[in-house]
């Protein structure tokens, strides 16, 4: 008997089993509604040549060749609340629980470059994040930490330029030369205007802030991932997996594409492209998704962008755990949440993760909960076995037709933004903008008419839960971050900052590299909010659609 009439003798069996006991299900399919078959076989085209070996292209096996067997990923916990001392003691507490590296969260008026004694910024400094207005906050961040040797990763777009012009400088007073530093700001503004929110200039002006940080880290700051291209918002907003690949990669074409047009040579710069992913609940589909991210990514650089060094074929990313599928409900139910997701990223070949804590859906963590969540790490990597070979699910029959699936209906997406212009023209049309709304409402209906399960919420429920204990940002920290700034205005020497920033205001009406007039700024300590009003008055503010 061939493999294909076995098959089809299976197929019948479960016919009649179904006639008898039908399925639980009407439809079984992956949260992007790719149908899953009951059982797949030997049926994928051209395996060799689209799975190939791990490190060799297309890279759907993963871009190192030994993986974790040589290097684990970098384990990082996003942190950051009120004041920079009270962050730089999380972040030394989780060093010392063997984190690997820093991941910061500021507050939304750093984010969108707002100083927090400015009256957009009331009963939000701190909040959400930290709290950065100059570099003396800066240096107080990242005291006692060896930024030589400690990666951070920054989650800033729109003020990202001056975020990292701090980084660099604090980096020389410790006596380390910008040629030394690692780590990534996200500085992927794109996404803002599709998902989050917290955007400052029009698109034209923020691509060239993003370009002009493309080229002087590639002289300068050579270690250092000058974008992070996140699809974890854009999931986290209420898109598909499938969406979450296609409107990422067709942002990071557009950054590509801007980065060329600006002159940049693209062997230089596209090593040190990044991207950031969300994990979530459907666990083959979202190893599928990361598989086929790779792989589509490896064929865009190599064949339309025409890159010749094969680490510019390379997609590396940071994954973290999907916040949105966390429950106030139950939040004990969270650690089993991210642990799933967290497998998924690493069977996916994630090159770093981040593992949200449980009590998020409640406030932010507590030092017990980020604890868990870094614990859950360390067990899959040192007891689970997973991290011992490589892509230990390539050839699976299931997973090699979901990775093709989930490259088919993403490369459908990239063709049609294509049609409508490229990612920033798709953006000002509000085309992702209304295809993630659109999934998002749906979503939320089959949540709330019981068609989607989420247990302990719709399921399961149980009464009279008890409140965990949650972490409280004291709301004196607000008005001491707000003194200190009012101090340093008194303290520092006004006229040089004035200086500075006319400097950086005739530059951002020309067409000069921004980023020396900006290290300029934050070395003579203007402030996150001086340095944006400055480029604000320049560049006007964008207003969406």
């Given at each position: 008997?061939?493999?294909?009439?076995?098959?089809?003798?299976?197929?019948?069996?479960?016919?009649?089993?179904?006639?008898?006991?039908p399925?639980?299900?009407?439809?079984?399919?992956?949260?992007?509604?790719?149908?899953?078959?009951?059982?797949?076989?030997?049926?994928?085209d051209?395996i060799?040549?689209?799975v190939?070996?791990?490190?060799?292209?297309?890279?759907?096996?993963?871009?190192?060749?030994?993986?974790?067997?040589?290097r684990?990923?970098?384990?990082?916990?996003?942190?950051?609340?009120?004041?920079?001392?009270?962050t730089?003691?999380?972040?030394?507490?989780?060093?010392?629980?063997?984190?690997t590296?820093?991941?910061?969260?500021?507050?939304?008026p750093?984010?969108?470059?707002?100083?927090?004694?400015?009256?957009?910024?009331?009963?939000?400094v701190?909040?959400v994040?930290?709290?950065?207005?100059?570099?003396?906050?800066m240096?107080?961040?990242?005291?006692?930490?060896?930024?030589?040797?400690?990666?951070?990763?920054?989650?800033?777009?729109?003020?990202?330029?001056?975020?990292?012009?701090?980084?660099?400088?604090?980096?020389?007073?410790?006596?380390?030369?910008?040629?030394?530093?690692?780590?990534?700001?996200?500085?992927?503004?794109?996404?803002?205007?599709?998902?989050?929110?917290?955007?400052?200039?029009?698109?034209?002006?923020?691509?060239r802030?993003?370009?002009?940080?493309?080229?002087?880290?590639?002289e300068?700051?050579?270690?250092?991932?000058?974008?992070?291209?996140?699809?974890?918002?854009?999931?986290?907003?209420?898109?598909?997996?499938?969406q979450e690949?296609?409107?990422?990669?067709?942002?990071?074409?557009?950054?590509?594409?801007?980065?060329?047009?600006?002159?940049?040579?693209i062997?230089?710069?596209?090593?040190?492209?990044?991207?950031?992913?969300?994990?979530?609940?459907?666990?083959?589909?979202?190893?599928?998704?990361?598989?086929a991210?790779?792989?589509?990514?490896?064929?865009?650089?190599?064949?339309?962008?025409?890159?010749?060094?094969?680490?510019?074929?390379?997609?590396?990313?940071?994954?973290?755990?999907?916040?949105?599928?966390?429950?106030?409900?139950?939040?004990?139910?969270?650690?089993?949440?991210?642990?799933?997701?967290?497998?998924?990223?690493?069977?996916?070949?994630?090159?770093?993760?981040?593992?949200?804590?449980?009590d998020?859906?409640?406030?932010?963590?507590?030092?017990?909960?980020?604890?868990?969540?870094?614990r859950?790490?360390?067990?899959?990597?040192?007891?689970?076995?997973?991290?011992?070979t490589?892509?230990?699910?390539?050839?699976?029959?299931y997973?090699?037709?979901?990775?093709?699936?989930m490259?088919?209906?993403?490369?459908?997406?990239?063709?049609?933004?294509?049609?409508?212009?490229?990612?920033v023209?798709?953006?000002?049309?509000?085309?992702?903008?209304?295809?993630?709304?659109?999934?998002?409402?749906?979503?939320?209906?089959?949540?709330?008419?019981?068609?989607?399960?989420?247990?302990?919420?719709?399921?399961?429920?149980?009464?009279?839960?008890?409140?965990?204990?949650l972490?409280?940002?004291?709301?004196?920290?607000g008005?001491?971050?707000?003194?200190?700034?009012?101090?340093?205005?008194?303290?520092?020497?006004?006229?040089?900052?004035?200086?500075?920033?006319?400097?950086?205001?005739?530059?951002?009406?020309?067409?000069e590299?921004?980023?020396?007039?900006?290290?300029?700024?934050?070395?003579?300590?203007?402030?996150?909010?001086e340095?944006?009003?400055?480029?604000?008055?320049?560049?006007?503010?964008?207003?969406?659609y």
């Open positions: 008997m061939t493999h294909h009439e076995r098959h089809k003798s299976w197929q019948q069996k479960v016919e009649k089993v179904c006639a008898k006991a399925e639980r299900k009407p439809f079984f399919a992956t949260h992007s509604e790719i149908e899953v078959q009951p059982l797949y076989y030997q049926h994928v051209n060799d040549e689209k190939s070996f791990p490190g060799e292209y297309p890279y759907t096996r993963g871009i190192h060749p030994n993986m974790y067997r040589s684990l990923w970098t384990m990082r916990q996003y942190a950051g609340f009120g004041s920079a001392t009270e730089n003691k999380r972040f030394r507490y989780l060093l010392e629980q063997g984190q590296g820093l991941s910061v969260a500021f507050d939304l750093t984010q969108i470059g707002y100083d927090s004694d400015d009256p957009m910024s009331i009963g939000e701190g909040k994040g930290v709290a950065i207005d100059s570099l003396e906050d240096e107080r961040l990242l005291a006692e930490i060896p930024l030589d040797r400690v990666s951070t990763s920054m989650t800033i777009n729109s003020s990202a330029s001056v975020l990292l012009a701090m980084y660099i400088v604090v980096g020389e007073k410790q006596g380390i030369s910008a040629n030394q530093i690692t780590g990534t700001i996200q500085n992927d503004i794109l996404k803002e205007y599709i998902a989050r929110g917290t955007y400052i200039y029009p698109p034209k002006q923020s691509m802030l993003i370009t002009d940080i493309f080229a002087y880290c590639t300068h700051v050579p270690k250092w991932n000058t974008i992070s291209i996140s699809g974890y918002h854009i999931r986290e907003a209420g898109s598909t997996a499938v690949v296609a409107f990422t990669l067709a942002n990071g074409m557009a950054y590509v594409q801007a980065a060329l047009d600006a002159g940049l040579e062997d230089k710069f596209a090593p040190r492209l990044s991207f950031f992913f969300n994990a979530h609940n459907n666990f083959f589909e979202e190893i599928a998704k990361f598989r991210a790779r792989r589509i990514w490896a064929g865009i650089m190599k064949d339309r962008f025409g890159a010749k060094n094969e680490r510019s074929w390379q997609l590396r990313f940071h994954t973290q755990t999907g916040g949105s599928t966390l429950t106030a409900q139950q939040p004990d139910n969270n650690i089993v949440r991210v642990t799933v997701q967290a497998l998924a990223a690493v069977l996916g070949g994630t090159q770093s993760l981040h593992t949200n804590s449980r998020e859906a409640l406030a932010l963590p507590t030092e017990e909960s980020a604890r868990i969540a870094l859950t790490q360390q067990i899959l990597a040192l007891e689970s076995g997973v991290a011992d490589v892509d230990p699910l390539g050839g699976s029959y997973v090699e037709a979901l990775t093709d699936a490259e088919d209906e993403a490369n459908r997406y990239l063709e049609k933004i294509e049609q409508l212009g490229g990612a023209s798709a953006v000002e049309q509000g085309f992702m903008q209304r295809e993630i709304h659109r999934v998002a409402l749906e979503t939320q209906r089959n949540i709330e008419n019981g068609m989607e399960i989420v247990v302990g919420m719709n399921q399961y429920q149980i009464e009279n839960e008890v409140q965990p204990e972490l409280r940002v004291d709301p004196e920290l008005k001491k971050q707000i003194a200190d700034l009012q101090d340093l205005r008194l303290r520092r020497d006004n006229q040089a900052v004035e200086k500075c920033l006319a400097a950086l205001e005739q530059a951002a009406s020309g067409t590299n921004l980023m020396p007039f900006i290290i300029d700024a934050v070395r003579n300590y203007a402030t996150v909010g340095i944006c009003h400055t480029m604000r008055k320049v560049f006007g503010e964008y207003q969406p």
